[in-house]
């Protein structure tokens, strides 16, 4: 594996960490898998994963959330 390679790599698991819905502190790997395995809305998101689900109404998360949706 060459560097630039395992920099890749790792920046990709530090992102992964990052909390994406702050109210219920799911982190962005979380939605991801569940993006992964199916979920094609942010209503299959919230189901698989209580993300969008907190006070806020998904103001701050819903944003990131719908990018996740349509970068996959």
Not at 6 to 31: D, M, W
Request: glycine share 8%; with cysteine.
């Amino acid at each position: 594996m060459d560097q630039d390679e395992e920099e890749r790599r790792r920046r990709a698991v530090i992102e992964s960490y990052k909390v994406v819905c702050i109210c219920n502190k799911i982190r962005r790997g979380v939605i991801q898998k569940a993006i992964d395995g199916g979920a094609t809305t942010i209503d299959d998101v919230r189901r698989r994963t209580r993300a969008a689900t907190g006070p806020c109404g998904s103001k701050r998360c819903g944003p990131v959330i719908r990018r996740m949706l349509r970068d996959s």
